[in-house]
């Protein structure tokens, strides 16, 4: 098992553009979940989905954009990024029941410029 | 909204000494879940430790112990015999419990873990 993949794992964009930020699962999770993380912040909750096709707004989920076609994919989209989206960025996934611990993927180091 | 605190940004500890890590946080529930993760410098978030708040029992898992105390709201965590590999940021985080299989882990801003030789 890969467990929890993203990528890329370093990005410098410019303010104004757009990507993506992949991320896969290969362990069948139900729940899947996007991070940020900075400085003195901890993580805290982009989106999340409990399932293909079920998407819901965590705490920070302005200027973000998910959608979840499969069980096995995330994608976090960054429509037009700002400098305050300067981060890294954590992907993870879980078995749906609460209690469950969450398989978190190595993050992606996003600098805009 | 629930809060995660953590009240120490940073904490060292001797090599084989015992170090405890606090953390309190806030909520009008009465059944929820804890969390302690532990991120090294590779970045990697790991799983240290788990409680549910309906448990009175304190969770162990090898060197690694919990003091819940519900009605003081607070969930500390215990490191005994600290090795060099224990040095990380660890992330105390709370998760409610819903029906509807979209928990939310909300986490506290950390606290880093040095270890002295």
């Known amino acids: 098992n890969a467990g929890v993949t993203q990528t890329p794992k370093f990005q410098v964009l410019k303010t104004g553009q757009s990507m993506t930020l992949q991320c896969a699962q290969d362990m069948n999770h139900e729940y899947m979940s996007w991070y940020r993380q900075d400085p003195g912040m901890g993580l805290r909750l982009i989106h999340y989905?409990?399932?293909?096709?079920?998407?819901d707004q965590g705490e920070v989920p302005n200027g973000y954009n998910v959608s979840r076609s499969t069980t096995e994919d995330f994608p976090l989209r960054l429509l037009s990024a700002a400098p305050s989206q300067t981060s890294v960025y954590f992907c993870?996934?879980?078995?749906?029941?609460?209690?469950?611990?969450?398989?978190f993927g190595p993050g992606t180091r996003l600098t805009v410029l | 909204a629930q809060t995660v605190t953590q009240s120490q940004p940073e904490m060292s500890v001797q090599e084989a000494e015992t170090v405890t890590l606090s953390c309190t946080y806030d909520t009008s529930e009465s059944d929820y879940y804890l969390f302690w993760y532990k991120q090294p410098p590779s970045r990697q978030m790991i799983l240290v430790i788990r409680q549910e708040a309906y448990k009175q029992q304190n969770a162990t898992e090898n060197r690694f112990s919990v003091n819940f105390q519900k009605a003081a709201k607070s969930f500390s965590l215990k490191i005994s015999d600290s090795q060099l590999g224990d040095a990380a940021m660890y992330f105390c985080a709370y998760e409610e419990v819903t029906n509807f299989g979209n928990e939310k882990l909300t986490f506290g801003t950390g606290t880093r873990l040095t270890i002295i030789p």
């Open positions: 989905s409990v399932g293909a096709g079920i998407t």
């Open positions: 993870a996934s879980k078995e749906g029941q609460a209690y469950n611990e969450q398989f």
